[in-house]
């Protein structure tokens, strides 16, 4: 028998006993050709890049200015606090742009939404570096930020489900997990690109010069990326799995009072009835996102406080080591991606999660030791292991869990749902649980908790490698 997971998905079988052979029938999947799958590889990559630069320049100018700029109080912890509550604001929002503009890429297809996500989140960023402070307009100037913050993060809530959703219904079957990896490959360049950006600023310019004008320049300059990702998507042809979907006509989704009346074709009125969503589908989803959105929070935000508050580390060497992870990154995301379209979506997460859970003791002892090569070795084995390989599989397994019918709308409500609870609530539960215990006993134990979360997941799923993307119900 053979075991490659894509010579047998498309017999699994699917939540209602049929195999996935007898789903409701729909058109022929259009062929698009290499320079098409090209241009959808580079709109996932860039809208995924800007994305991540976007949220990194807000939170590095939050850190760096903007309690002065914006947040004026005799109190400089309390101005800090207002400028990290706006960077909180952008998350509250994600999970209601992923409803709004998920709900609607299921409708009208995934081109347009992608088009209106990266034009709102781009120019909220940019217009951020054209804002007023509070010294020139008062209370006007963090209103205005925080408006701006809402819709970067109403925008963003689609965007990284979008282009895995995207580049899942181009890849060729055997070459999805490779494909769909470039979007993980984006949060690293974007994450990358901020970092640099301001970095140059710290070292060029004055702190006065940097208060009175230099601040904007990161944020004016993310246009440049925003106007050639709007290039690309304009000359973006539409997902060939969303115009094959039986309810789809003239290039959208046939409403329900044309099949009431019997004015859509037969093929329409099965898509339409068919299950959408199962329990399941939803939970083994769920804590897939649960655990790699919680090791991002604990280990890309928290453990890097963790090194400079709780062990006195230089930082310098905290900025150095994230750096130096997210470069072995580059390598680690497309190999898993490869390794997950030879072995299978299952497989590779039941490994590489259970390789997290194993590593997280040893890597956050090398972390607490203080020497600098093994704070860089644990840190790095742990950002990779627990972040970045579960993140190479999570933007391409998500879109394979969910059917045809909502799987833009399932998965970035899954994902953002997921990332605001995991990401949100765990550092500030590891930081009481850190200065209560005054050890490093908790870090190492919430990682492999959610670590624990996704091997969970893994084993509970069914291979989804391959399977039939046209069709409309869940994938178990």
Known sequence: MSTNPTASADRHDTPDGLHSGARPPGK???????????????????????????????????????????????????????????????????PVGAWYFGRMGDRIGRRKVLFYTIVLMGSATTLIGVLPTYGQIGLAAPALLVLLRLLQGFGAGAEISGAGVMLAEYAPVRRRGLVASLVALGTNCGTLFASAVWGLLLVVVTEQQLLDW????????SAVVMVFAVWVRLNLKESPVFEARGDVADGEVVDDEQIAAGEAPAEAEEFAEARSLTVKSVAVAFLLRFGQAGNSGMIQTYLITFMTVFLLLDKQLSTEVVIISSLFAFAT??????????????????????????????????????????????????????????????????????????????????REVAAIIATGATPVIAAVLVDVTGSWIPVAVIIMFFSACALFAAIWMKEVAGRDLTDPRPAM
């Open 214 to 221: 230099a601040w904007r320049v990161p944020f004016i300059a």
């Open 333 to 414: 995301v497309p190999v898993i991606g490869l390794l997950g379209d030879r072995f299978g979506r299952k497989t590779m997460y039941t490994i590489m999660s259970a390789a997290g859970l194993i590593a997280a003791l040893p890597c956050v002892l090398l972390i607490v030791s203080g020497v600098t090569w093994q704070v860089i070795v644990g840190y790095v084995i742990i950002h990779n292991l627990g972040v970045m390989a579960l993140a190479s599989m999570e933007n391409l397994t998500l879109p394979e869990i969910f059917g045809a019918k909502n799987r833009y709308q399932a998965t970035g409500v899954v």
């Open 28 to 94: 022929e999947v259009p062929v698009r050709s290499v320079g098409d799958l090209v241009r959808a590889a580079i709109s996932g990559w860039l809208g995924t890049a800007l994305e991540f630069m976007d949220f990194q320049l807000y939170s590095l100018a939050a850190a760096l200015v903007f309690s002065q700029l914006f947040f004026a109080s005799s109190d400089p912890g309390m101005a800090v606090i207002g400028a990290m509550a706006t960077y909180g604001v952008g998350y509250v929002a994600r």
